[in-house]
């Protein structure tokens, strides 16, 4: 890695020669002809020989323009020619200027727009974007984020056709394939996962302050790792917007849920609070120590209130640095309270009736970007970003007196069962990336990238009890099934990362005249990942039941005290720690060739990757503690994408590939975590990579500026498909398979972008409202065999098929996902703007079912966990007061949809299967009314 570094900074030093630039566009209006578009108008950089013609729906761009001052001379014969004079190009940034013309008289300048704004945060731009390029790719800028007021990527990813998210995993799914599928990056760097069970980080950790767009590439191109099926997640970091910036803005609001009675002012927190500043979490404390010198019972909170701060701040000096920082601090309650029940071979092992959560939310993030133009052939960039999240949750469940727990009494008794789970989560995530693009001549341009990603992600106290009492309060007892049943634990994640890649762009030929273009782009790509993993279990238990007993359950911690531990009445039970440590080293060299030929395009790519994954454990839940999992793969991955331009304003587009995905650190180690429910996840030494090979075709057509119809068809093939499955012969605990022997997804995506009503620009003052629609719907159909294991001589080992199923549904993916939003807006001096958005994804698998004898499979088993489909229903609220205050309300999930998570039960007893739920929940509806203050 010290070599890759190093050979980035000597070709940083050592061709200090390439250019940043900017563009000009917009859309010509015919004012002869009702405001229609005007075609074929001539747009000329006056005193230059650059220019270009609008097309059919008058769009033009003129780009490569060097930053600086320019007079754009727009011309049509039989109209008034138009000069915009000191029109200014920033590099790396769009000037979009929209011209009326006129037969008749001129046009005067103040009907002119003129905005300037970054090139990737423009709406104008990325359609521009996306009606040139070659692959299939859809992006979301911060322009329209802001309109239909989102504040996080985890909730703009699901506004592009085909995405959804899980409510119950918070897994982002393109086409139906979730977490594993997918691949996330920051600047076209990769990013670490915040999360042990997750192989992608938390969009939600990215506020849309600090980035220009997030765009979702749907068909695989060899510029960037092979390990993805359903696309790549690409978030482009904010930069400086023209010369300079600052502004300030502050937003508060109440949870629905939070704000009921004896929730506001009884609301939750665990005893971690305690070493909480300004969102901060720091003790020093050994897990055992806390036993007896941190309190077990939770805290309340006062005043649950969310709130958001931030600043941004921004200045370019003397045309060759901008310098951006932005920063926020967020704070944010829910609470949540349904059933969780637990099945086993049909029959039912744990109730809770009254599953209540209280989570508090502190997010700190800040963004610094630093661009310095060497010259007009040179730019290099830094990007840093971090982000300390902060997640405190109470789980308590059985406080009705309803609640059963296996084996844990017996009925007899007249006792149930008290669960309370008390965890603070800190993720402290850090990427610090340098990026250059050089100009080696006028043909050839290279581009390099190196990046550094650390992440933190600590449970550093999490407290639990399980108790059974009787309804009257006279008797509360601790757990006797167990020795870790009153516990404190700890689990503590590191992993740090280097990445980065050269890539070398030669431009063969450009024929403009002919429409002849042949380009070539050569590179390699490293990246080395290294992660750290503990875990530590302090149990308590009564050396004898009822030995000591808690007055009550909001009083468990009043035992806890060295004293009995002295006197013997209570007994500390610590296990060996869990430990593993997992290395993935990936290389990669590339080839990319693109041929131009007049309608036709033809993008063809190689790639050879080298995978080496290894993770070595020691964990107590298997024999033997330690083990080692080693998994390499070198592979060749192709693609190939084709572009036929049916016209100005329509393409084809088809895409092929092959492409890898890889198991997790989490899915091969064998540690087993467990959830606040008690549901246990384990990894599968023996997991394999699955193979995927990707279809898809695409038509798209632009009707006008700013509008969209497409409709694309696609189709993957998963050769060894991953799954969650829940495990033979236990109750609760899931672990990943290759469960099949092939896997499919197809189906067909519609999007449109239209407008519905459009203000008159015409005269001094424009007049009426604008109000646009955004649709995008997505139709899938999905598969799975279930395969049967035998030995080499053909004996029986396992089977996955169970109930007579020989296949199955992909997990995560849901028949019908439609998105859409209702955009209305009055262009004045200041501005209102409304929106409503909308997002339905329908029943999904949540984990696959297994039998649980294996010999008797149609008889005793689990069946799979589907998730239930619902909408989420938003609005957003926005005046511009003035020229520096805006003033904006927001509401999130105004429907308060019932949350379920449902299973087929058929017991052997009577033969009859129900569909049964064994989760629900609601989230609350979220108000908030924020206020903007731009210098």
């Known amino acids: 890695m010290k070599n890759l570094i190093t050979c980035l900074f000597l070709i940083c030093v050592s061709y200090l020669s390439a250019q940043d630039t900017g563009s000009i566009a917009g859309k010509l209006i015919d004012k002869e002809y009702n405001d229609e578009p005007l075609a074929f108008a001539n747009i000329l950089i006056k005193g230059t020989t650059k220019g270009t013609t609008s097309d059919f729906d008058g769009l033009y761009e003129i780009s490569n323009l060097t930053p600086g001052s320019y007079i754009l001379q727009v011309s049509y014969l039989g109209y008034e020619t138009v000069e915009i004079p000191a029109v200014e190009v920033i590099a790396g940034k769009v000037t979009t200027i929209n011209v009326p013309l006129s037969a008749s008289a001129g046009v005067s300048l103040d009907e002119v727009t003129v905005t300037t704004v970054a090139r990737k945060d423009s709406e104008t731009a990325l359609l521009l974007d996306q009606k040139k390029a070659i692959e299939i790719k859809e992006s979301i800028g911060a322009q329209q984020l802001a309109k239909i007021g989102v504040t996080d990527v985890a909730t703009a990813t699901t506004k592009i056709s085909g995405v959804s998210s899980s409510e119950a995993s918070g897994d982002v799914f393109v086409r139906g394939l979730g977490d594993r599928y997918l691949s996330t990056t920051l600047n076209g760097l990769p990013v670490p996962s915040d999360d042990v069970e997750k192989k992608n980080i938390d969009l939600g950790l990215f506020p849309t302050r600090v980035i220009q767009n997030v765009s979702v590439s749907k068909t695989y191109s060899v510029l960037s790792s092979a390990d993805q099926a359903s696309g790549n997640i690409n978030i482009t970091s904010r930069e400086l917007q023209g010369s300079e910036e ?192 050089h100009k080696l001549s006028e043909k050839n341009s290279l581009e390099w990238a190196s990046g550094y990603n650390l992440v933190n992600a600590n449970e550093p106290n999490r407290i639990r009890n399980e108790v059974n009492f009787d309804s009257e309060g006279n008797l509360v007892q601790l757990g006797r099934t167990g020795g870790f049943q009153q516990r404190k634990s700890k689990q503590l994640i590191t992993d740090n990362e280097f990445n980065g890649y050269l890539k070398d762009v030669i431009e063969v030929l450009i024929d403009e005249e002919n429409e002849k273009t042949f380009k070539i782009e050569l590179g390699v790509n490293y990246r080395n990942k290294k992660r750290d993993f503990e875990s530590l279990f302090v149990g308590v238990e009564e050396t004898r039941t009822n030995t000591i007993n808690p007055t009550d359950i909001d009083n468990l911690g009043s035992i806890f005290q060295a004293s009995n531990f002295v006197s013997g009445d209570l007994e500390l039970n610590e296990l060996q720690t869990d430990l593993y440590n997992g290395k993935l080293t990936s290389k990669a060299a590339f080839a990319d060739f693109n041929v131009g030929l007049k309608k036709w395009n033809f993008n063809a790519g190689l790639r050879f990757q080298k995978d080496d994954l290894n993770v070595t454990y020691d964990v107590g839940n298997i024999p033997g503690r330690i083990g080692e999992a080693n998994k390499n793969y070198n592979n060749l991955y192709p693609s190939l994408n084709v572009k036929y331009s049916l016209s100005e304003n329509q393409a084809l587009r088809l895409a092929v590939s092959n492409t890898i995905t890889l198991p997790e650190f989490k899915e091969v180690s064998p540690f087993e975590y467990v959830s606040q429910t008690g549901q246990v996840t384990r990894g599968n030494p023996d997991l394999d990579a699955s193979k995927d090979i990707n279809y898809d075709l695409k038509w798209e057509y632009f009707p006008s ?197 449902t299973q087929l039960v058929k017991p052997s007893t009577t033969n009859v299967e129900t569909e049964e739920i064994v989760r629900s929940y609601t989230s609350g509806t979220t108000l908030s009314l924020g206020l903007n203050y731009s210098f």
């Open 246 to 437: 600052l502004s300030v803005s502050i937003r508060s609001g109440v949870n629905t849920n939070v704000a009921k009675s004896g929730v506001f002012d009884n609301f939750k927190v665990s005893p971690n609070q305690r070493n909480v500043d300004f969102g901060f979490f720091d003790q020093n404390a050994s897990t055992r120590d806390l036993i007896t010198i941190q309190g077990w019972n939770p805290k309340v909170q006062s005043t649950p209130i969310d709130y958001t701060y931030s600043i941004s701040a921004g200045k370019r000096i003397k045309e060759k640095l901008s310098a951006f920082i932005t920063a926020s601090q967020s704070e944010s309650y829910e609470y949540g309270q349904g059933l969780f029940r637990q099945f086993r071979s049909n029959f039912v092992d744990d109730t809770i009736t009254d599953a209540t959560v209280y989570s508090k939310k502190v997010t700190t993030s800040g963004l610094l970007d630093l661009s310095y133009f060497i010259n007009d052939k040179n730019k290099i960039k830094s990007s840093t970003f971090f982000v300390n999240k902060l997640t405190d949750q109470v789980y308590e469940g059985g406080r009705n007196g309803e609640g059963t727990i296996f084996e844990e009494t017996d009925p007899a008794e007249g006792l149930s069962q008290f669960v309370r789970d008390q965890n603070i989560k800190q993720t402290r995530l850090l990427v610090s990336q340098l990026l250059g693009t």
């Open 705 to 901: 500026n700013g509008q969209l119809i497409s409709l694309a068809g696609f189709y993957k093939e998963i050769k060894d498909p991953i799954n969650k499955v829940q495990d033979r012969g236990s109750a609760g605990v899931f672990s990943y398979f290759n469960s099949g022997n092939k896997g499919e997804v197809y189906g067909f995506e519609l999007e449109t972008k239209v407008d519905l009503v459009k203000a008159n620009d015409e005269g001094d003052t424009p007049k009426g409202i604008n109000l646009d629609l955004n649709l995008n719907a997505t139709r899938m159909w999905h598969s799975q065999d279930l395969k049967e294991v035998r030995d080499a001589d053909g004996n029986f080992m396992r089977t996955f098929r169970y109930k007579g199923l020989t296949q199955t549904g992909l997990q995560g993916a849901s028949d019908w996902i439609v998105n859409t939003s209702l955009n209305f807006s009055t262009p004045s001096d200041n501005p209102f703007s409304a929106s409503l958005t909308a997002n339905y994804a329908s029943d999904k698998i949540y984990a696959l079912g297994a039998p649980e004898v294996q010999s008797q499979s149609e008889t005793f088993y689990n069946d799979a966990i589907i998730e239930k489909g619902f909408v989420v229903f938003d609005a957003t609220l926005t005046k511009e007061l003035d020229e520096h205050w805006t003033l904006r309300f927001l509401g999130r999930n105004l429907l308060n949809p019932d949350i379920k998570r």
